[in-house]
């Protein structure tokens, strides 16, 4: 069965910039999708949702103003562009797909899908 695929992962220095991608299967095209990340040793965190528009958008509180989420419906793709990025941000990012189309399942954890994950290093 067709998994999510994401990619874009790397190390960075911080202050600089990195764009995750997630192709997703067609069949979650209508559901809300988002990322969450896990630091080595720590619990893992919300960092964005958006629902299956792309018009409603929620970020974790530690990445607000500097990460963004989007989605291209048409290839099934879920974009999340990070800027300024700190070296507490790195992190294993995954990829997942909500239960329902709103941007709040994937928020809540409440999950159909998760990806293997893609890693994220930022030196200081």
């Known amino acids: 069965q067709e998994q999510l695929a994401e990619s874009g992962g790397g190390l960075v220095e911080a202050g600089e910039s990195l764009t995750l991608s997630c192709r997703a299967p067609?069949?979650?095209?209508?559901?809300?999708m988002g990322w969450w990340r896990q630091a080595e040793g720590k619990e893992r965190e919300f960092v964005a949702a958006l629902d299956w528009t792309g018009d409603d958008r929620t970020y974790g509180n530690s990445v607000k103003g500097r990460f963004t989420i989007s989605r291209d419906n048409f290839n099934n793709v879920v974009y999340l562009q990070m800027t300024y990025l700190k070296s507490e941000d790195t992190a294993v990012y995954f990829c997942v797909v909500g239960d329902t189309a709103s941007a709040s399942s994937v928020l809540r954890g409440s999950s159909v899908s998760w990806g293997q994950g893609t890693r994220v290093f930022v030196s200081a």
């Open positions: 067609r069949r979650f095209k209508d559901y809300a």
